[in-house]
């Protein structure tokens, strides 16, 4: 049984000139090829056409063709010979029928939707053969040095590589993925905007950012919370905050406060605080001992990576203490990159506020969430 995949993506530069076009279809057809996807990218020069071709079965190939069957091989000298440059062909799936408008949506909804999404995004938009994400100024894959490149930095030092062993990349496609990088800007610059978190248990929360008119609902969640929470996350013996200590909470002078809300109620609040170094950011999380164990927290630095992104930041740091074990896994389990020490009999986690190498849905069973330390509010 002949195992030579039957449907094939060719890519030929063109002069841009009436016919040229046709003279391709017309020796396509003499194959009995069926030209399933057309399109037509403008450079310099001329044109590039791509186009996904099926090749007839080896028992139907046009009687009058002198072809015993259709290679790739031939289809590519078919071309050359009417004046196509720089040729390339590479087996075709059903993703290469889809029009270029409708996958550059579908590559941004699936990496606002999933970070994970963006190797097969940035493949997807560039035909690429293989996509790597790295960190910038890392070492580099040997295996992919080969053929045609492309890369770019995205805002959280992320390094995206693009390879294709069989046609350069086009200026139409890298303003594809162009694009999709100010998409993937705006998303992180909105992240602050209320936005909704269901828990395991299927109860609703919103996740907004905190105003001053919340001072009564965050005394009242300090209220609430067992003296063990609130010393795991201000690591000191406190029952009620001063009410200067409660405005601070909620107007940062140099961060941001967000707050976990069921209906009137808060429920769980977390913050992000500028530090002397511009590449790091502070973080902190409080949530009520009867919301503990049902996501809120990871979902909290979950977003709160996502402002640190969008603000330019790289690292995420956290104080915990040396008992405080379950915020150590709390943290873990939002599979953003970390590492640990231990500074002053205190646990110092840093997390990287890069695309998460796992993604975990918020609302998930992770654990009791605890806090991050940041002294005296």
């Known amino acids: 049984m002949d195992s030579t995949p039957r449907t094939w993506r060719l890519r030929t530069e063109l002069d841009d000139r009436p016919g040229a076009l046709a003279r391709i279809a ?4 003499a194959f009995d090829c069926n030209i399933l996807a057309l399109t037509v ?3 310099p020069g001329g044109v590039i056409d791509e186009l996904v071709v099926r090749l007839p ?5 046009a009687p009058d063709s002198g072809v015993d069957g259709v290679t790739p091989g031939r289809l590519v000298a078919a071309i050359r010979a009417e004046g196509g440059r720089s040729v390339g062909i590479s087996p075709a799936d059903v993703r290469h029928l889809v029009d270029p408008a409708t996958a550059a949506l579908r590559a941004g909804t699936g990496v606002i939707t999933d970070p994970h999404a963006m190797p097969e995004a940035v493949r997807a938009l560039l035909g690429a053969d293989s996509v790597t994400v790295s960190r910038a100024g890392g070492d580099s ?4 040095q080969g053929g045609h490149r492309v890369s770019f930095v995205l805002a959280d030092g992320t ?3 693009a390879r294709r062993g069989w046609a ?3 200026e139409v496609e890298l303003a594809r993925v162009a694009a999709l990088r100010q998409v993937l800007t705006a998303a992180d610059a909105s992240a602050g905007g209320p936005t909704a978190l269901v828990t395991a248990d299927g109860a609703g929360l919103v996740v907004r950012p905190a105003t001053p008119s919340d001072l009564p609902a965050i005394d009242d969640l300090h209220a609430r919370c067992s003296a063990q929470t609130l010393f795991s996350r201000y690591h000191a013996g ?6 200067r200590w409660l405005h601070r909470l909620l107007s940062p002078p140099r961060g941001t406060t967000l707050l976990a809300t069921c209906g009137a109620e808060v429920v769980a609040m977390a913050q992000l605080i500028r530090t002397a170094d511009p590449r790091e950011v502070e973080i902190s999380v409080l949530v009520e001992d009867r919301w503990q164990r049902r996501g809120v927290g990871t979902a909290l630095i979950h977003r709160l990576a996502v402002l640190a992104r969008a603000g330019g930041h790289a690292n995420l740091i956290a104080w915990c203490l040396r008992s405080e074990t379950v915020f150590a896994r709390t943290v873990a389990r939002t599979g953003l990159p970390l590492s640990t020490r231990t500074e002053d009999g205190m646990v110092r986690i840093e997390l990287r506020a890069a695309m998460p190498t796992r993604a975990e849905p918020a609302g998930v069973p992770l654990g009791r969430t605890g806090s991050g330390h940041q002294g005296t509010p």
């Open 41 to 43: 990218q403008p450079v």
């Open 141 to 144: 894959d040997p295996d992919e």
């Open 26 to 29: 017309t020796r396509l057809a």
């Open 159 to 161: 390094l995206v590589a």
């Open 238 to 243: 406190v029952r009620g905050l001063p009410r």
């Open 57 to 61: 079965d080896t028992d139907s190939t």
């Open 168 to 170: 350069a990349f086009t």
